[in-house]
């Protein structure tokens, strides 16, 4: 690891005026309570021997929207820092990316890289992606505060330390301080360097090589977060770094490595600094690893003497704390010198991976292979991932890869749900896999958060094709208790040229439950001299209900040299299963073949005809037969054409399913309508409307119920039911309060309903203006100073003060409704200056937004202002 070094200086006469300092560094964060709400926290750093106080902040919330918050926390920090902290929740409007911005007048006087500072305003932004479908997030917390110092001429770096709770992607580049709205400040320029002046991308480290100067500067760092190659987010650090002159040096850190380390493994080292001045040294360390709620690592100091200081990092971490990027760990060292305090920074990178599973067998059965492997050891993972490649890799990880790499030749083909699964087939999404080829396996262990361990031990498996050979595994006949499947093999060739296999020769008929079943029972031996017996009748057995598989062996059963020659055939019977729905049945091919059926054909019985019809064909695994009367009854066969596709293998087999019979029942319900709700603010009515475009959807629909919620969170209930299908709009008049959720519901005749729509929510029909002038003459007009407000305003924090700051009105009263006086006159024309804390109901809630401005009053007789002029 690249050294990080910089100076830490306490002041001891070189301090700048006080009354030139007091916002000197902030940032925003947030934390996502739900898909539209969001806790927001504003930390500040400002001058602790400045008279100035912020005990709340205004926020806007690039909605349209502003609101207060309280300080919650002042907490003395080194350097004469206080740390400000302000929390406030904000929920809103939709989805959509927002800029959040704090401001607060003003900079302190004389920063050097900007022009007039102590007339330019602080400010500091956030901002957030607020979209449903990226998940819940919260911002990277920034462990390091900004009180650092530098020294002319010496390496300065700062790190913010930030750490990702979600474990996302983080980068970081250096941006321009702001003003007020969180506009760029007009001539700005960064710090002057000796040599370099930049941010690295990927550590956060802000490196300032070296100061050319003494004096204050404000600098600002982009934090930006990413998930799944997107930018969700940016948090913005502006800080001040004040620079001295100073002869002492710093203490020097040993070098650090990074770790990739597998749960359980300890990480334990000794974090040694030595100061060439003899000073004392005082060691710390910030990083998310200590704070992680669970398997916390642990730094503590072990000895200190002048001139060196030990401490030891321990920290063994458990699956928890897996995710897919590393922690960062920041050490810092502090010398004692007598004017002022340096300080040397490293950092180092610990990515904690999930242990490898371990896979014991991949086992041919038919066209599927079983995987099987070793448990886990833990609760705390969703499942595991299986990866598969033709032929056998050479992708050989180190210690520090998770997951499989695209370039190994890897595709993953399945999911295993469960911490607790040790067992997965591959169907190859119910194709089959293809004879003849080699499959090479892995799996990995995949966490709640998406990370993936790594990978398992590879295992090389192929399809076995049988001796015998399966051709024929069809249904004769369906019973619960009499059915039968006919067995057809093809007859091994060539055994009279392995000089072992002698004959006499004996097949074992084996059958297991389900055509993926693998309880192999023995049902029957056949002694054979001359091969020919190639079919096998199972009998009394139940196909009404269930399919069954079969694996064929063949013996050499001379006395003295008994043995199994190849490998065994297997395969299984076609099932079919129907499920009735409304004026259909939907059909399921179920089959566990090591040859490729390429066609299926429906066969449907005719009462008038007593035979079955041909219906319709399909090469997929599912079909629908349409346009049935609910409530008859009708049976169904399927047949299956098919062929190996090895050269010399059997072609056009032909297989039969059971009988299987369905009655069509209206057990669907429509689907759910589209919806769109407006409101009508004069009429004090939301309209909802909604349409459905599937015509078959349509053609079932009875009527539908609407539903709604004053609130955007809680339960939806019905207000009105509409028993006719054409009918696509509703009027819903809430009351004062025009606002709220609206969903719909479709049902048919016997009462199926469908899913909800869409909840669509409609915020408060709210305006609130207060007039820039009004004449208070006795003329009868624009004699009051009246607010126009909606119902939605319940009060009003309204105070007016004049030119010197002196209160002469106040009122809670929405409409304001001032006469013009004080203390029983009218006031002397002129501008007047007010504040106003407006607290509408919206459909979060109680909400306060913030006004402020002027009113110009004039008192002249006859002074007309047609029309007036407002301003919210």
């Not at 930390?43 to 005990?55: E, M, N």
């Not at 014991?360 to 292979?369: D, I, N, Q």
């Not at 003060?801 to 002196?806: E, K």
Request: charged share 20%; hydrophobic share 35%; glycine share 8%.
């Amino acid at each position: 690891m690249a050294k990080r070094l910089f100076i830490f200086i306490i002041v001891l006469g070189l301090a700048f005026p006080a009354e030139a300092t007091h916002n000197r560094a902030g940032e925003i964060t947030y934390k996502q309570l739900s898909d539209l709400s969001f806790e927001f926290t504003i930390t500040t750093f400002t001058y602790s021997l400045s008279l100035a106080d912020r005990p709340r902040l205004e926020v806007d919330w690039g909605d349209n929207s502003t609101s207060i918050a309280e300080r919650i926390e002042k907490v003395l920090l080194p350097n004469f820092y206080f740390r400000n902290t302000y929390v406030i929740n904000h929920t809103f409007p939709g989805p959509g990316v927002y800029k959040v911005v704090v401001q607060d007048p003003n900079r302190n006087l004389g920063v050097v890289n900007i022009p007039n500072s102590v007339n330019v305003v602080f400010s500091i932004q956030t901002i957030l992606t607020v979209n449903p479908a990226i998940g819940l997030n919260q911002t990277p917390l920034l462990l390091n505060p900004p009180y650092d110092k530098a020294a002319k001429g010496k390496l300065f770096i700062h790190n913010p330390a930030a750490f990702d709770p979600d474990g996302d992607s983080l980068s970081y580049k250096l941006t321009v301080c702001t003003r007020e709205d969180g506009k760029p400040i007009e001539n700005y320029t960064y710090p002057p360097a000796t040599n370099a002046f930049y941010v690295d991308s990927i550590t956060g480290d802000l490196v300032w090589d070296t100061p050319a100067d003494t004096g204050a500067y404000n600098v600002a760092i982009e934090i930006q977060e990413w998930r799944d190659g997107r930018k969700i987010s940016v948090v913005v650090r502006d800080m001040q770094i004040d620079v001295y002159d100073t002869d002492n040096e710093p203490p020097v850190n040993d070098p650090l490595r990074d770790w990739c380390v597998e749960v359980g493994d300890t990480v334990d080292f000794w974090f040694v600094s030595n100061d060439p001045d003899g000073d004392m040294v005082q060691q710390s360390s910030t990083s998310g690893v200590y704070n992680l709620g669970t398997c916390d690592a642990v730094f503590t100091r072990l000895d200190s003497v002048a001139g060196r200081s030990i401490s030891r990092f321990y920290w063994i971490p458990c699956h928890e704390t897996v995710r897919q990027q590393p922690y960062d760990v920041i050490f810092k060292s502090e010398d004692t010198g007598t004017d002022v305090q340096l300080v040397d920074i490293d950092n180092m990178k610990i990515k904690v991976l999930g242990p490898p599973p371990v896979l014991s067998t991949a086992v041919p059965e038919g066209k599927v292979m079983r995987l099987t492997w070793e448990p886990y050891g833990t609760d705390f993972i969703a499942g595991f991932a299986i990866y598969r490649r033709e032929g056998a890799s050479t992708f050989a990880p180190d210690s520090c890869v998770n997951g499989l790499p695209e370039w190994s030749g890897f595709t993953r083909v399945g999911f295993a749900t469960g911490a607790e699964t040790t067992t997965y087939s591959d169907t190859n999404n119910g194709d089959g896999l293809d004879f003849g080829v080699e499959y090479a396996y892995r799996i990995v262990a995949v966490y709640p958060n998406g990370t993936e361990s790594k990978t398992s031990n590879e295992l090389v498996s192929s399809l076995v094709t049988g001796v015998p050979i399966i051709r024929h595994v069809t249904v004769t006949s369906t019973d619960v208790a009499n059915g039968s499947i006919e067995l057809i093999w093809k007859k091994p060739d060539g055994l009279d040229t392995i000089p072992t296999v002698t004959g006499p020769y004996e097949y074992l008929i084996y059958r297991a439950n389900d055509v993926s079943g693998t309880d192999f029972q023995l049902i029957t031996s056949i002694q054979s001299v001359d091969l020919n017996d190639t079919v096998y009748i199972d009998n009394l057995i139940n196909t009404s209900i269930r399919g069954y598989i079969y694996k064929v062996e063949l013996y050499n059963d001379a006395p003295g040299n008994r043995f199994l020659i190849g490998d065994p055939g297997i395969a299984s019977s076609l099932f079919l299963q129907a499920s009735p729905g409304d004026r259909k049945v939907r059909f399921t091919i179920s089959r566990n073949v090591p040859w490729i059926n390429t066609r299926y054909d429906f066969f449907r019985y005719n009462e008038v005809t007593m035979a079955y019809d041909s219906i319709g064909s399909t090469n997929q695994l599912e079909w629908v037969d349409t346009g049935l009367e609910n409530g008859e009854n009708y049976c169904y066969y399927v047949r299956s054409y098919g062929g190996y596709v090895i050269e010399g293998y059997p072609t056009g087999l032909i297989n039969f399913s059971q009988i299987t019979c369905a009655v069509p029942e209206d057990n669907e319900p429509p689907c759910p309508p589209e919806i769109w709700v407006s409101s009508e603010c004069d009429s004090l009515y939301n309209l909802v409307t909604w349409a459905i475009d599937d015509r078959e959807c349509f053609d079932d629909v009875a009527g539908y119920r609407i539903y709604y919620r004053p609130a955007r969170e809680g339960d939806l209930e019905e207000i009105m039911e509409i028993n006719n299908p054409g009918v696509f709009s509703y009027k819903h008049y809430p009351g004062m309060r025009v606002a709220g959720c609206y969903g719909v519901k479709a049902y048919d005749q016997i009462g199926n309903e469908s899913g909800m729509s869409v909840v669509i929510c409609v915020d408060s029909c709210d305006f609130f203006e207060i007039p820039n002038v009004f004449t208070p003459n006795g003329d009868g007009i624009n004699d009051m100073l009246v607010a126009r407000a909606s119902s939605m305003v319940e009060r009003v924090d309204f105070k007016l003060f004049n030119r010197t700051g002196q209160l002469i009105f106040a009122t809670e009263e929405p409409r304001l409704n001032w006469d013009g006086t004080y203390k029983g006159k009218i006031v002397s024309p002129g501008i007047y200056f007010y504040h106003c804390d407006v607290y509408e109901m919206r459909i979060t809630g109680l909400e306060l937004f913030h006004l402020s401005g002027f009113v110009h009053v004039i008192t002249e007789k006859g002074a007309v202002v047609t029309p007036p002029v407002f301003k919210k």
